[in-house]
Nanobody, 128 residues
Framework: QVQLVESGGGLVQAGGSLRLSCTDT??????????MGWFRQAPGKEREFVAA????????DYSDSVKTRFTISRDDAEHTVDLQMNSLKPEDTAVYFC???????????????????WGQGTQVTVSS
């Protein structure tokens, strides 16, 4: 069973940086055949797409709100996918979730319904 665990969240001032990490702790997943993504959910709002990286690392997508500030990467040997977040803004405050794509060997996946296994999330709070 896939067990995704996020870490790295915390409290940071506006303009600061955080690095989130997501690990398949069970190492039961054929990690390198699935696109992996990051989503976030702010209080009172729906969960939204942040970034995704294809199974082969070639295709990367970002939401317009984080493009140029966030960087997604993956290490298939370690079964991890990271999200480097720079120039953080108060509006980036949310619970951040990582997820695995539902179908293997597909790229350019950004819709929530196309992901199945989800982590529990990690809180990111950006103070102004």
């Amino acid at each position: 069973q896939v067990q995704l665990v996020e870490s790295g969240g915390g409290l940071v001032q506006a303009g600061g940086s955080l690095r989130l990490s997501c690990t398949d702790t069970g190492r039961t997943l054929a990690f390198n055949i699935f696109t992996m993504g990051w989503f976030r959910q702010a209080p009172g709002k729906e969960r939204e797409f942040v970034a995704a990286i294809s199974y082969n690392g070639i295709s990367i997508d970002y939401s317009d709100s984080v493009k140029t500030r966030f960087t997604i990467s993956r290490d298939d040997a370690e079964h991890t996918v990271d999200l480097q977040m720079n120039s953080l803004k108060p509006e980036d405050t949310a619970v951040y979730f990582c997820a695995k794509a539902r179908i293997q060997f597909r790229s350019r996946i950004t819709r929530e319904r196309d992901f199945d296994s989800w982590g529990q999330g990690t809180q990111v709070t950006v103070s102004s």
